[in-house]
Nanobody, 116 residues
Framework: QVQLVESGGGLVQPGGSLRLSCAASGSIFSIYAMGWYRQAPGKQRELVATITSGGSTNYANSVKGRFTISRENAKNTVYLQMNSLKPEDTAVFYC??????????WGKGTLVTVSS
């Protein structure tokens, strides 16, 4: 079992930056692949970025060059650094953890609003 708690969301102006954090507890964090997803109003949840247990990363085309996912295993935390934010990035951002055997865990999300 893994419990995930996201933080760092809020209101930011277009062009601004935010760093989201996802703190994990309850299991051996380092073995999990971690990811950030988002769900905008009226839209389906979509992948933003993922990072494997070995540190390999993958990004949605819409965020490449603007967002960076990273993990700090000593702190059981995964981060999403978001730069050059756009109004279309407005969404609830969710953290997930995938066990090597396939079990998926989700956090409750943190709201990011990009608006002037």
């Amino acid at each position: 079992q893994v419990q995930l708690v996201e933080s760092g969301g809020g209101l930011v102006q277009p062009g601004g930056s935010l760093r989201l954090s996802c703190a994990a507890s309850g299991s051996i964090f380092s073995i999990y692949a971690m990811g950030w997803y988002r769900q905008a109003p009226g839209k389906q949840r979509e992948l933003v970025a993922t990072i494997t247990s070995g540190g390999s990363t993958n990004y949605a085309n819409s965020v490449k060059g603007r967002f960076t996912i990273s993990r700090e295993n000593a702190k059981n935390t995964v981060y999403l650094q978001m730069n050059s934010l756009k109004p279309e990035d407005t969404a609830v951002f969710y953290c997930n953890a995938v066990h090597p055997r396939g079990t998926v865990y989700w956090g409750k999300g943190t709201l990011v609003t990009v608006s002037s």
